[in-house]
């Protein structure tokens, strides 16, 4: 088993995290993962029909999730990854869950497949959590103009947004940065940069060399 270190950026759609995941990758030469949304055949169907797809897209991302994280426990160094196989479970389809868009068996046989997962995965090195307030994500989500993601409703992002809360401070398999990502600019500011770099730096000492 590689002894690499993994970054992970978890937060609500929207929130930054392929942005920061960018940065990151740059300011300190190491490989980037991103989540493969566009990859997923059932996205716009999901998004049209919630319930009745519910169970196909979040299956899709669990399973290429789980080959995602064995892959970055085979690599090599220090990697970066835009969200993680416990958010696709414990936020996104737990919120589906609590929406009524999976029945019971569905569900049990998603969650199931997930609690073995977990026993067969490495939890990532250090956890950064974008906290983004919502009225940014929609502008954001606005402007990046992604057609399957503008009819999302308002109430569906404040549940990913109260979910994301709770599990951020009930996480406990690693170490935890939280960024305010609506109010740093560490893209164009050079102070917010410096910023970010220290607090990362300072969770994982050793392991990063800046570019």
């Known amino acids: 088993m590689s002894q690499g270190k993994t970054i992970a950026i978890a937060g609500n759609i929207g929130s ?42 979040q299956l899709y991302f669990l399973s290429n999730k789980f080959r ?77 103009g992604r057609a399957m993601e503008q009819d999302i409703p308002l109430s569906y992002l404040k549940r990913l947004e109260g979910l994301y809360e709770q599990w951020v401070l009930n996480y406990s398999m690693g170490e935890v940065l939280v960024l305010d990502s609506g109010r740093l600019d560490y893209i164009h500011d050079m102070v917010d940069r410096l910023d970010v770099m220290e607090r990362v730096e300072a969770l994982l000492p050793r392991h990063l060399k800046r570019g």
């Open 16 to 57: 930054g995290k392929s942005s920061l995941v960018e940065f990151l990758s740059q300011a300190y030469d190491i490989r980037p993962f991103y989540e493969p949304n566009d990859e997923n055949p059932y996205l716009p169907d999901f998004y049209r029909d919630m319930k009745a797809w519910a169970f196909h897209s």
């Open 68 to 144: 995602l994280h064995q892959e970055l426990d085979q690599t090599a160094g220090v990697v970066v990854l835009d969200r993680t196989i416990f958010e696709d479970a414990e936020i996104f389809a737990t919120a589906l869950k609590q929406m009524r868009k999976f029945n019971g068996r569905d569900w049990d046989t998603y969650w199931n497949f997930y609690q073995i997962i977990l026993n067969a995965i490495r939890p990532p090195d250090l956890m950064i959590y974008l906290r983004c307030p919502i009225r940014t994500i929609r502008r954001r989500i606005r402007l990046r």
